[in-house]
C-alpha cells in the first residue's frame, strides 16, 4: 500500500446515476508521471465505452493542488531523445483520449492548476473551479514551453490570453481570470459550493438524450483531428529543448526552490 501512495493512483468511481468520478492523485502536488497518464488514457477509453457512463467527471483527490503538471522527478532522469519525446507525449495522449472520448467531460478544478494541470482543464468540455484555481504555464522558465497542451489552451481562452499565459511563466492568473477568458465556466467562493453545484449540473447532463450529448461532443472537437499528428510533434520540440544544458539547469534551480 506505501509503495502505491508513492507512486499515485488513478481511480474510477461509477456511481447509480451513470456519473463517474475519474480521480488521479499523487502526493507531488498531483503531479503527473507518465505511468498515471497512461492510467488516464486507459480509464478515459474505457469509460467512454461503459453504456452505463453517462457523463464523466475529471477530479484530482487529497492534495489542496489540482495538479502540478509533468512530473520534474522524471524528467531530470531522461537522457535520450526518444525517451524524452515520449515523456512529452504523455499530456498530448491524455488530450486525444479526452477529445475523442464520447461522454461529456466536467473538470472539477478545486485549486491551482500549473502547466499540463491547465492543459487538463482545458481538455474538459465543460469546467468549473473555485476561487483557489490559480492557473500558470511555467514551462518557459525551465527551458521549454507549452508546447503540447498549447492547443487545447489556446482553443479554450484565444491566442492573445494563451500568449499572456506562456510568456509569463512565473505569474499567477487568478480563477476569475481564467473565467472571464473561458477557460472555466463557474467559479464558486468554496469547494463545498463547487461539488454541490457539479453534482446539480452532471445530474442535469443526465436527464438529456445521451445521443444528443455525443453529437454536441463531436460538434464541439470539430477542427481538432490533425492533433493526432501536431501533439506529438509539439512534444518533440519540448523533447528536444528539455535535454539541452539550459534546460537542465533551470530545471535544476526549480526543482531546489519548489
Not at 449540473?201 to 483531428?225: M, N, V
Request: proline share 3%; aromatic share 10%; charged share 20%.
Amino acid at each position: 500500500m506505501e509503495d502505491i501512495i508513492h507512486q499515485g493512483y488513478v481511480r474510477s468511481d461509477i456511481r447509480d446515476n451513470g456519473i463517474a468520478h475519474l480521480a488521479f492523485y499523487h502526493p507531488n502536488h498531483n503531479s503527473l508521471p507518465s505511468h498515471l497518464l497512461q492510467a488516464l488514457v486507459d480509464a478515459l477509453r474505457t469509460l467512454g465505452e461503459d453504456t452505463g457512463v453517462r457523463v464523466i467527471v475529471l477530479r484530482s483527490d487529497e492534495h489542496k493542488t489540482f495538479c502540478a503538471g509533468a512530473s520534474f522527478d522524471e524528467l531530470v532522469a531522461i537522457h535520450d531523445v526518444e525517451t524524452s519525446n515520449r515523456f512529452f507525449s504523455g499530456f498530448g495522449r491524455v488530450l486525444n483520449a479526452m477529445r475523442t472520448c464520447p461522454k461529456i467531460i466536467v473538470g472539477r478544478i478545486h485549486g491551482k492548476a500549473v502547466g499540463g494541470g491547465v492543459g487538463l482543464a482545458a481538455g474538459t468540455d465543460y469546467c468549473m473551479a473555485s476561487c483557489y484555481a490559480s492557473v500558470r504555464l511555467s514551462e518557459l522558465a525551465v527551458g521549454f514551453g507549452p508546447f503540447v497542451i498549447g492547443p487545447a489552451v489556446e482553443r479554450k481562452i484565444g491566442k492573445a490570453a494563451f500568449c499572456q499565459m506562456a510568456l509569463n511563466p512565473s505569474e499567477w492568473q487568478t480563477a476569475a481570470w481564467a473565467k472571464e477568458k473561458g477557460l472555466f465556466q463557474e467559479v464558486f467562493d468554496t469547494v463545498e459550493q463547487l461539488d454541490a453545484y457539479i453534482e446539480h449540473f452532471t445530474q442535469q447532463l443526465c436527464s438529456y438524450h445521451p445521443d444528443a450529448l455525443r453529437e454536441l461532443k463531436h460538434i464541439f472537437w470539430q477542427g481538432t483531428e490533425h492533433w493526432e499528428q501536431l501533439l506529438p510533434e509539439r512534444a518533440a520540440i519540448s523533447g528536444r529543448l528539455a535535454l539541452s544544458d539550459f534546460s537542465r539547469r533551470a530545471i535544476e534551480a526549480f526543482k531546489k526552490k519548489a
